[in-house]
């Protein structure tokens, strides 16, 4: 059961690092086409709409990211046998029998 344990804390952190890689990204992103529409007011309108694809292509990748990490979850629930999971009468029951 320990490796699914691990499997779970490796695609967490797989997904965190993702997500934050995406949130630096669209965060650089911005600040580039801030400073460029501070640098120069009357090109703000271009510098927005050029802005917005690779944000969508951004944020997309970090929704790409938590399905992959759904999947991960799903296929290692799938190797968890079924009779393991025990309610607390019958936790309480078999510790008392042995």
Do not use: D, W
């Not at 650089?28 to 969508?56: K, V």
């Amino acid at each position: 059961m320990l490796h699914l344990g691990l499997g779970y804390i490796g695609i967490g952190l797989g997904t965190g690092l993702c997500l934050a890689g995406a949130a630096f990204g669209i965060a650089r992103l911005a600040s580039a086409a801030l400073e460029g529409t501070a640098r120069q007011p009357e090109a703000g309108s271009a510098l927005r709409t050029s802005m917005i694809i690779p944000a969508a292509l951004i944020e997309g990748l970090g929704f790409f990211a938590l399905v992959i990490c759904l999947l991960g979850v799903l296929a290692l629930n799938g190797g968890v046998p079924k009779g393991t999971a025990m309610g607390g009468e019958q936790a309480a029951a078999q510790t008392a029998s042995h």
